[in-house]
């Protein structure tokens, strides 16, 4: 019987070690000494019968004592199996149970991964994205611009099939809702029109982007709505990522806390049927991007969905500065191609 240390470092008694330190203990104790005193006290006394008796009591009170001991031991070790052992067992399935039931509840209301606000890019937030991605055959964005999903196709080497919900660049008025909402993150000196004319290179960039990355996709349904959600999601087979641009971080916080949930956990349910409604709503305006649209398809597709010309040297322009943004993002990201 070995005692276990307790949370102060001192060793604690299991039921079965107590039942023998106090109960017990106590019975030996006594019929021990009755039986020394007796054997003790007939060692003294004449031979005779008196003798014989004192001696018969402390023989018979030792062998009591023993068989006594062992039976004690034998009744409650097969107490503690018939007893003690069905309880922990018990015990052990209700606490499995129990963990189960939380891991279930985790799974549906809380994320599996948390990525807080950083100035650069996070190595592990991009790595474990581009896993999602390669063991994903559905490819859902949402977003302002676009960049960063058409940098990660061009990035990866298999066919999605895409749908993209993006900013109408179109609507001025999204372009100058985004912009206070960025005046208000840089703070009073930045520019107001700086920001408006770097929004909107930032929307003809992804629109170049995706066109490029047109070979990684079966096709890309691209959506443009008016006044689209802050907050970006992406969205796998097996996760949903969603990036929080309502979150108000550190100013120096380029890329805002990310929180990712697991396929099957109620707001992977909830965002992709929100993307699906958003996606296929009669409110936004609807194009396609194939492998086998051509340049000149795509300035016409530029041109609808902005409502400006594109020529040869502004879609060169804009293909260039595209390029320079993706290599600059996967080397700070540390990702390969």
Not at 84 to 103: F, G, N, Q, T, W
């Amino acid at each position: 019987m070995r005692a276990d240390p307790g949370r102060d470092g001192k060793r604690t008694r299991s039921p079965l070690q107590e039942i023998f330190w106090t109960r017990t203990s106590l019975l030996l104790l006594v019929l021990v000494v009755v039986s020394i005193s007796c054997l003790f006290l007939a060692s003294g006394m004449d031979p005779g019968n008196g003798k014989n008796f004192v001696n018969s009591v402390g023989t018979g009170t030792m062998i009591s004592a023993v068989v006594g001991f062992g039976q004690t031991l034998i009744t409650a070790a097969a107490s503690q199996r018939a007893l003690v052992a069905p309880v922990i067992d018990e015990s052990k399935r209700a606490l499995e149970k129990l963990a189960a039931e939380y891991r279930s509840l985790n799974k549906e209301f809380f994320p599996t991964d948390v990525f807080e606000a950083t100035p650069e890019p996070d190595p592990r937030f991009n790595e474990l994205m581009m896993r999602d991605l390669a063991g994903s055959r559905q490819y859902f964005f949402r977003g302002f611009s676009g960049r960063f999903a058409a940098a990660r196709l061009l990035l990866s080497h298999a066919e999605w099939e895409m749908r993209a919900v993006l900013a109408d660049p179109s609507d001025a008025t999204t372009i100058s809702g985004r912009a206070r909402y960025l005046l208000r993150q840089e703070g009073p000196e930045a520019d107001y029109d700086a920001i408006q004319r770097r929004l909107q290179d930032e929307m003809g960039m992804g629109l170049i982007g995706l066109f490029l990355a047109r070979s990684r996709c079966t096709r890309i349904d691209l959506t443009v709505v008016t006044d689209p959600p802050l907050d970006r999601l992406e969205i796998f087979d097996d996760c949903v990522w969603v990036t929080l641009y309502s979150d108000v971080g550190p100013e120096s916080a380029l890329y805002p806390r990310t929180l990712r949930f697991s396929e099957g956990s109620f707001v992977y349910n909830m965002e992709r049927a929100e993307f699906l409604r958003l996606g296929g709503g009669r409110n936004g305006r609807h194009f396609q991007i194939t492998p086998e649209t051509t340049r000149a398809d795509f300035i016409a597709l530029f041109g609808k969905a902005t409502g400006r010309p594109l020529s040869e040297e502004q879609f060169s322009e804009l293909e260039g500065r595209f390029r320079s943004f993706s290599q600059e993002f996967s080397t700070a990201a540390g990702l390969r191609s």
